[in-house]
């Protein structure tokens, strides 16, 4: 998946002055700097930004990443702002998950200029990643989102669905955000009795995946349909869903997402069936 990187990462608070060959990471809304006409994923560097103030924002192996503050830069010669999304199938994957954790930390920042309580600018912490209100002494940390996906069975079936009103339009499981109050378990009920109206039982933890472009922190889920009950779709939320055999779902690519890792295990690629 995305995370599953051969080099360490490291996120420990330690910001550096940025060397010259630094990588920086440089975003607009959910487009990415890359270097043009490179199979490999690179970014510019910090020579690119001479006199501009650069964030430490984690180690990826020997490298260290940086965030270019302010505004978004016009594009150096050479480079061009990409789809973040469409770097998933791109390597090398510990490029692709710096480009990805950056976005989480890049849309903190920006849409925490300004204190929530008092009004006052923030402005960065020395002692840990936070940004602190100098006027009334307020600290925020960067937001993680709890989600779940939730993987479905009914026997050698799969609960499968597609998105009403995006763009992506390939097979996902039903997915949703943890609410105030409740436990990941309850939520993983609730959203599947929101989204087809069945109730589930033995709800199996899987795995989790931080997923930078939404600020989310995914938990998969494995759970059985407690009964026959039929599909009762909420077309607001999914254009169709259905029970899916093991037949259809097979071949799917070794993708970076959660989604696709539970649908490939499902199919007892790499993995015992759940």
């Known amino acids: 998946m995305l995370q599953d990187i051969s080099v360490p990462f490291d996120n420990t608070f330690h910001p550096l002055p940025a060397a010259m060959d630094d990588p920086v990471l440089c975003f607009d809304q959910g487009r990415v700097l890359l270097e043009k006409q ?15 103030k650069l964030t430490w924002l984690f180690r990826v192996g020997q490298k260290s990443f940086f965030l270019l503050d302010g505004d978004t830069p016009a594009e150096p010669e050479g480079f061009s702002y990409v789809p973040l999304r469409s770097l998933r199938p791109r390597e090398p994957r510990e490029a692709v998950f710096a480009a990805f954790t950056g976005r989480h930390l890049h849309y903190w920042y920006t849409h925490q200029r300004f204190c929530g309580a008092c009004g006052a600018r923030t402005a960065p912490s020395d002692k840990e990643r936070a940004l602190v209100c100098p006027e009334c002494g307020s600290v925020y940390y960067p937001v993680i989102a709890p989600a779940v996906i939730i993987g479905v069975t009914k026997g050698d079936r799969l609960l499968v669905s597609r998105y009403a009103g995006r763009a992506y339009k390939s097979f996902a499981l039903l997915a949703g955000f943890n609410e105030i109050g409740e436990t990941l378990e309850q939520t993983v009920k609730r959203e599947v009795m929101e989204e087809v109206g069945i ?3 033995n709800l199996r933890y899987y795995r989790s995946q931080p997923w930078g472009i939404d600020h989310d922190l995914l938990m998969g889920f494995f759970c059985e349909a407690d009964g026959d009950e039929p599909l009762n779709v909420e077309h607001n939320e999914l254009a169709e869903a259905w029970w899916a055999t093991r037949e259809e779902l097979s071949g799917l690519p070794d993708s970076a997402s959660l989604t696709f890792d539970m649908m490939r295990r499902f199919c007892g690629e790499g993995a015992e069936n759940p």
């Open 199 to 201: 109730h589930v039982k």
């Open 38 to 52: 490179e199979e490999a994923v690179r970014f510019p560097t910090a020579a690119q930004f001479p006199g501009e």
